[in-house]
């Protein structure tokens, strides 16, 4: 209906906002929205890929074209990330997604600590892919798969804390996200089927007129200040994790 797709279209816009700007949380934000309206967990996921591979795409373009693209950390990502989400998809249905959550949640708390709270003083970015970017790409796209969304929330601080520039962190993150969710998507099409129509293309369309100004706002915005917004974002979701486990959701 022309409302949900408003609706959606809005949400789509504010996301890839804060996405873009951070590199994380349009998957959560989009999932937890698809969630709270009734749509089934494997479903809810397979409509955030879908939108994501246009959403990322834009973004990812947009990125490049500001000069926020790493090609070599690019590729140590994209390629494990896709195998990653296929074994993520393939495993999907049987793994409940809370073990994941369960999981990934003291890492992410762990990292958003270190990340805020870690010396300034002395720390050189630099443009270097770092050893741990393969594996990282690997766990990365599994996770997303399997809990709906982790490959920012993931890849993005584990970089950022090893040295690399946060916009180029960010943007290369997007670029190789449009990849592994089309992966991911094709996947869940042959598993699940079609996702919810208004709701993907709410997303898509506002997520991609976003797309370009949320790649002005990591071009623009400082390295710490960055750094401290990603690990805010990362604290957010591991304590909202924290937070769901104990209410038992």
């Known amino acids: 209906m022309p409302t949900d797709f408003l609706t959606y279209a809005v949400i789509g816009a504010l996301a890839q906002l804060v996405d873009g700007a951070l590199g994380m949380a349009y998957g959560v934000t989009s999932a937890a929205l698809l ?17 994501e591979t246009f959403t990322c795409g834009a973004s990812g373009i947009s990125h490049l074209m500001a000069g926020n693209v790493l090609r070599r950390l690019f590729w140590a990502l994209v390629v494990p990330g896709a195998i990653g989400a296929t074994l993520g998809v393939y495993v999907v249905s049987h793994v409940p997604p809370a073990w994941m959550k369960l999981v990934l949640t003291p890492y992410l708390i762990g990292m958003g600590l270190f990340l805020l709270f870690r010396p300034v003083r002395g720390h050189r970015l630099h443009d270097e892919t770092p050893r741990i970017t393969r594996p990282l790409g690997l766990l990365a796209g599994f996770a997303d798969a399997v809990a709906g969304g ?14 690399v520039r946060p916009r180029m ?23 699940v089927g079609l996702p919810h129509g208004s709701s993907v293309l709410g997303l898509i369309a506002g997520g991609v007129l976003a797309a370009p100004v949320s790649a002005l706002l990591a071009r623009k915005m400082p390295p710490r200040a960055a750094t401290v917004l990603a690990a ?11 937070a769901r486990i104990f209410l038992g959701h």
């Open 35 to 51: 969630l709270a309206l009734g749509v089934p967990p494997a479903l809810a996921s397979a409509s955030v890929h879908y939108a």
């Open 169 to 191: 962190v960010i943007g290369t993150v997007h670029l190789a996200k449009c990849v592994v969710s089309a992966v991911a998507s094709i996947s869940f099409f042959m598993q």
């Open 232 to 242: 805010l974002a990362v604290l957010a979701i591991g304590l909202n994790n924290v």
């Open 150 to 163: 982790g490959w920012s929330a993931l890849s993005v601080p584990t970089l950022v804390a090893r040295g």
